[in-house]
């Protein structure tokens, strides 16, 4: 009974705190670019190549495209090349309630031989290669006079970023989805060699309450992609694509408040109460679709624990299922083949405390995009 409470305290805490820093309660998108190094901190310099200073060209591009949508609020860590602390960078984001953070970076290598571009979530590794990029960025921790604030954490050792906390659970699958178009984009419209979505313990990612990605744009050791990056033109490209990207990722996620319609609780009846329950059972026996259309439900919360489908564990929402194929567990609300009815789903979930939760449609079972869902 003891280990039942502690289970619900668990993730009510968690539900709480995503309700007060995640952002997409908003009625604007919000983005936080975060151009990485600064000052004092000029991260990798190859070949006369300043990560700094690409990194923040990029981002105030990628900025600039963004405020031409009306419904994008840009919030920028840094706009000059001044020295953010690392511990700061997160916060920024956190205090805005954004919806992403992007962080934007440049790679570099002794050998000198590699390139391409990679996108990183917030995760363990044992890959080697992985871990050296995490702790490169990491070491911007040796500049700052308060090492007291990071927990003891040793970034020559960035393994020490064991435990991912809950919220970024939560928001694991969003933060690959954001990472995939990135790079699907830089390769197929801007043909750069794609190394891939990677996972690896960057502490900027590991503080951020939203899906939160790292973009290694390139080499700077390697000089022909160097060169690429230092240019007006090449980093014009990679800005155009982390902006479509970014908003690709909005079009899908992000439903402002004031489109969807206010909820009320409907009156319950014996028999609207018996069809509920039904309703209930059926959905908490599968975690996917059945039907062979497509149909839509909204996830209202992802965690590593794994809780009972009744009312009291989701602030009594029923018609509840759940997909626990991962690690990390998707929980859904409602199921529907209307997409307008799924909006009425979500602003229900909404109205009941889940500001966080968003509509996942589902084809044959497995889950697809929602652009290619309106398709169909």
């Known amino acids: 009974m003891t280990g039942n409470m502690n289970l619900k305290l668990v993730f009510f805490t968690f539900i709480a705190f995503c309700a007060a820093s995640f952002g997409q309660d908003n009625s604007k998108f919000k983005v936080v670019l975060d151009a990485g190094h600064g000052g004092k901190d000029y991260g990798a310099i190859y070949h006369g190549f300043i990560e700094k200073n690409i990194a923040l060209n990029v981002a105030l591009k990628v900025g600039k495209i963004l405020e031409k949508d009306n419904s994008v609020d840009v919030i920028f860590t840094r706009k000059t090349d001044v020295f953010i602390e690392l511990d700061e960078?997160?916060?920024?984001?956190?205090?805005?309630?954004?919806?992403?953070?992007?962080?934007?970076?440049?790679?570099?290598?002794t050998k000198k031989t590699a390139?391409?571009?990679?996108?990183?979530?917030?995760?363990?590794?044992?890959?080697?290669?992985?871990?050296?990029?995490?702790?490169?960025?990491?070491?911007?921790?040796?500049?700052?006079?308060?090492?007291?604030k990071y927990d003891g954490f040793d970034p020559d050792s960035p393994e020490s970023i064991i435990g991912i906390a809950i919220q970024q659970e939560a928001y694991r699958d969003q933060s690959i989805d954001l990472a995939s178009r990135v790079e699907e984009i830089f390769t197929d419209e801007v043909k750069r060699k794609k190394r891939g979505v990677k996972q690896a313990p960057f502490w900027v990612l590991h503080k951020t309450a939203m899906p939160s990605i790292l973009i290694e744009l390139g080499f700077l050791s390697y000089k022909p992609e160097g060169d690429y990056l230092n240019s007006d033109a090449g980093q014009d490209e990679l800005a155009k694509a982390?902006?479509?990207?970014?908003?690709?990722?909005?079009?899908?996620?992000?439903?402002?408040?004031?489109s969807t319609v206010n909820y009320k609780e409907p009156e319950v009846t014996k028999d609207t109460k018996n069809k509920t329950e039904e309703k209930t059972t059926v959905a908490a026996t599968s975690s996917s679709a059945s039907s062979k259309g497509v149909v839509f439900k909204v996830q209202i919360a992802a965690s590593g624990k794994s809780l009972e489908l009744v009312p009291s564990n989701f602030k009594g929402l029923k018609n509840l299922s759940k997909d626990d194929s991962t690690s990390v567990i998707k929980y859904y609300y409602g199921q529907t083949d209307d997409y307008e009815e799924a909006k009425q789903l979500l602003a229900e979930a909404r109205d009941k405390g889940f500001p966080t939760a968003f509509i996942v449609p589902f084809k044959d079972g497995k889950r697809i995009k929602i652009e290619e869902a309106l398709k169909k």
Request: glycine share 6%; net charge positive; aromatic share 8%.
């Open 242 to 258: 982390i902006a479509k990207a970014i908003l690709g990722y909005k079009k899908e996620y992000f439903i402002p408040i004031g």
């Open 115 to 148: 390139f391409g571009t990679e996108t990183f979530i917030i995760g363990a590794t044992k890959s080697a290669s992985n871990l050296e990029v995490a702790k490169t960025e990491n070491n911007v921790i040796h500049l700052e006079k308060d090492k007291v």
């Open 89 to 109: 960078r997160p916060n920024i984001a956190n205090r805005a309630k954004a919806n992403v953070f992007v962080s934007i970076h440049c790679n570099g290598e």
